[in-house]
């Protein structure tokens, strides 16, 4: 069974760190991020993976090499033009042929057991088994509608948090008692999904598509067996700056840490750095405040200076800055 990794994405809601590199190559925990959407793939079994690259592709390359040092062997699919989750499936159809193959995000760190996805897609002769998660936060992410079968009837929007918490605290202050049920949190899809090769059949040929927009609601409407595989594991999902800071966080707190930080990095005496992600050769100097920041590689803040709620990166290496400030040689970005 073949893997394939979406990795090709500009990383829009990652930038400013996605400036220099794409969205899959951001370090996670002092490692390229993309490298463990191949180590879960290859711990399942599944070790010839084709990733697809467009925004910055060397940073890829970089990462990965040809897998080897990871347990797997790496292709890759360079697309001049972005081609949508399913059109960049499309580019390389006559590789997936064969067999059932595994897609994952290049964006996600997960313990989701695939194992049991890959039995379940083949039990039921699926065209496409979808993991799916409860979106207890209601963060916007679509929801994924599966009726008694188990199968994904349709992708209808996103949650109304704010309407849900209000619904949520009317309830609790009308019916307190053990009797009341929460609402039922969305299902939401994570990235991972096991494909037949019939997918092709609904994939168009040469274009730009995406697959839950284009390919599942035309198989879905066609009968096709697109199936859910709901899962209560782990799973971090790393598109916004807000959810790449809390995931590094949270990771950091199970070692008792506060600040994760890469090679080479300096913290000189009297400076505060809290809850924060240093990338390599970062130095905050005496006088300095860091709280809830994620800095970029090599950023220097000088004495006396606050981060944070933000994001922080060497002035020259942004080419047009799209929001936030400069200060001294940084461009600083809101969380």
Same mark, same amino acid.
């Given at each position: ?99 059932? #193959? ?55 929007? #996103? ?40 997918? #092709? ?135």
């Amino acid at each position: 069974m073949k893997g394939f990794i979406l990795a090709g994405g500009f990383g829009t809601r990652l930038w400013p760190l996605t400036e220099d590199r794409t969205k899959a190559a951001i370090p996670f925990l002092g490692r390229p991020l993309i490298n463990y959407a191949v180590e879960y793939l290859a711990s399942h079994g599944v070790r010839d993976i084709i990733v697809n690259l467009h925004h910055k592709p060397d940073s890829i390359r970089l990462a990965l090499g040809d897998g080897s040092e990871l347990g797997a062997n790496i292709s890759y699919s360079f697309e001049e033009q972005i081609l949508g989750t399913s059109g960049a499936l499309d580019r390389v159809r006559d590789s997936l042929l064969d067999d059932d #193959f595994v897609v994952v995000n290049g964006k996600i760190v997960t313990d989701i057991d695939l194992g049991k996805a890959i039995a379940d897609h083949r039990k039921q002769n699926a065209m496409a088994t979808l993991v799916l998660r409860e979106n207890t936060a209601r963060e916007h992410f679509s929801i994924v509608e599966v009726d008694d079968r188990g199968w994904i009837t349709s992708f209808a929007g #996103f949650p109304d948090a704010e309407a849900s918490q209000a619904a949520t605290a009317d309830a609790a202050a009308e019916l307190r008692s053990v009797t009341a049920k929460p609402e039922p949190a969305p299902l939401m899809f994570t990235g991972i999904q096991v494909l037949s090769s019939r997918i #092709f059949d609904y994939i168009p040929r040469d274009r730009f598509s995406h697959s839950t927009i284009h390919v599942y609601p035309q198989a879905i409407e066609a009968g096709e067996p697109v199936i859910a595989h709901v899962s209560a594991a782990d799973w971090y999902e790393m598109s916004t700056l807000a959810r790449y800071l809390e995931a590094s966080l949270r990771f950091a707190r199970k070692k008792g840490q506060s600040v994760i930080e890469g090679e080479g990095c300096a913290i000189e005496n009297g400076a505060s750095v809290e809850d924060a992600v240093l990338w390599d050769d970062v130095k905050v100097e005496s006088g300095a405040r860091i709280n809830r920041a994620v800095l970029g590689e090599g950023v220097q803040i000088r004495t006396g200076r606050l981060i944070e709620q933000a994001v922080v990166v060497r002035r020259d290496i942004v080419r047009e800055i799209e929001r936030g400030e400069i200060l001294d040689d940084n461009v600083v970005v809101p969380i």
